[in-house]
């Protein structure tokens, strides 16, 4: 099993999540980057079913071959159809993780109306009617920048009123290291509390203005998690920060040189 499903640090809207799964089917959760949705998304799964979830991981280009499936030439030159993710959790009972749920193009996810409340669906492909057990369970996730920025319509609307919506919150320090010492079991207390320092330092680069400016662009675990793994192949702390916290700004100029100055490195 993967170790960050395994290990997955217990966090405070852990409980409320796990009552939803218990009640709902379809279960939101929105959040920053590498605030651990993915994973409790995947172990919730795993401890559930005993099975590893089904994952569909969404993007602008997602279509419904990606999610319900398409036909396939098989080895003896015959076509034959293959479920996708979607059919594919139905069938098998398996839970469903969508990653990026907004990311899916709005016509795309119009054909998953019938997963609220309907006993079965219709593969739009096919025309399968596949039934919906009692015990089934879709968590998405999404970004907090993707779902605000969203315009949503009607279909989309209409989609996430079913949804019960977990928002989480941004990864504190005391998390973090929790994160780590996890994930890093190798790792000194010495070197943690470094990352966390210096991750903390460059967590928040840019300023908001009262008129309403970018909000700071902000790190996540993955930023602090590249740099202990540099510090633990014998980087020094200073390209580590370069390469693991400063950089991860370069998409801004602005910030970026922000970040340069204040590690000393313009």
Same mark, same amino acid.
């Given at each position: 099993?993967?170790?960050?499903?395994?290990?997955?640090?217990?966090?405070?809207?852990?409980?409320?999540?796990?009552?939803?799964?218990?009640?709902?089917?379809?279960?939101?959760?929105?959040?920053?980057?590498?605030?651990?949705?993915?994973?409790?998304?995947?172990?919730?799964?795993?401890?559930?079913?005993?099975?590893?979830?089904?994952?569909?991981?969404?993007?602008?280009?997602?279509?419904?071959?990606?999610?319900?499936?398409?036909?396939?030439?098989?080895?003896?030159?015959?076509?034959?159809?293959?479920?996708?993710?979607?059919?594919?959790?139905?069938?098998?009972?398996?839970?469903?993780?969508?990653?990026?749920?907004?990311?899916?193009?709005?016509?795309?996810?119009?054909?998953?109306?019938?997963?609220?409340?309907?006993?079965?669906?219709?593969?739009?492909?096919?025309?399968?009617?596949?039934?919906?057990?009692?015990?089934?369970?879709?968590?998405?996730?999404?970004?907090?920048?993707?779902?605000?920025?969203?315009?949503?319509?009607?279909?989309?609307?209409?989609?996430?009123?079913?949804?019960?919506?977990?928002? +989480?919150?941004?990864? *504190?320090?005391?998390?973090?290291?929790?994160?780590?010492?996890? !994930? =890093?079991?190798? $790792? #000194?207390?010495? %070197?943690?509390?470094?990352?966390?320092?210096?991750?903390?330092?460059?967590?928040? +680069?840019?300023?908001? *203005?009262?008129?309403?400016?970018?909000?700071?662009?902000?790190? !996540? =675990?993955?930023? $602090? #998690?590249?740099? %202990?793994?540099?510090?633990?192949?014998?980087?020094?702390?200073?390209?580590?920060?370069?390469?693991?916290?400063?950089?991860?700004?370069?998409?801004?100029?602005?910030?970026?040189?922000?970040?340069?100055?204040?590690?000393? %490195?313009?």
């Amino acid at each position: 099993m993967d170790r960050s499903i395994s290990s997955c640090v217990a966090m405070a809207w852990h409980d409320d999540a796990n009552l939803v799964v218990r009640q709902h089917r379809l279960l939101m959760i929105v959040g920053a980057p590498g605030c651990g949705k993915s994973w409790y998304a995947k172990r919730q799964a795993q401890q559930a079913t005993g099975r590893p979830a089904v994952v569909l991981r969404g993007t602008p280009k997602t279509d419904l071959v990606h999610v319900w499936g398409g036909r396939v030439i098989g080895d003896n030159m015959q076509t034959g159809f293959a479920d996708g993710p979607l059919a594919r959790s139905l069938k098998s009972e398996d839970w469903l993780v969508v990653e990026e749920l907004n990311l899916i193009p709005l016509e795309t996810r119009g054909y998953l109306l019938d997963l609220r409340g309907e006993d079965s669906i219709t593969n739009p492909i096919t025309g399968e009617v596949i039934h919906i057990s009692p015990n089934w369970r879709l968590i998405a996730t999404a970004n907090s920048d993707s779902v605000a920025c969203h315009r949503h319509s009607g279909v989309a609307a209409a989609l996430i009123d079913d949804f019960i919506v977990i928002d +989480v919150a941004d990864l *504190s320090p005391s998390l973090l290291k929790e994160m780590l010492v996890d !994930n =890093f079991p190798t $790792a #000194s207390m010495k %070197l943690i509390r470094e990352t966390i320092e210096a991750w903390s330092s460059f967590r928040e +680069v840019g300023e908001t *203005s009262d008129a309403g400016g970018d909000a700071p662009s902000k790190l !996540n =675990f993955r930023s $602090a #998690s590249h740099y %202990l793994k540099l510090r633990l192949a014998g980087m020094t702390p200073t390209k580590a920060t370069r390469y693991a916290l400063v950089n991860k700004h370069i998409i801004d100029a602005d910030r970026h040189t922000a970040a340069l100055v204040k590690a000393g %490195l313009s």
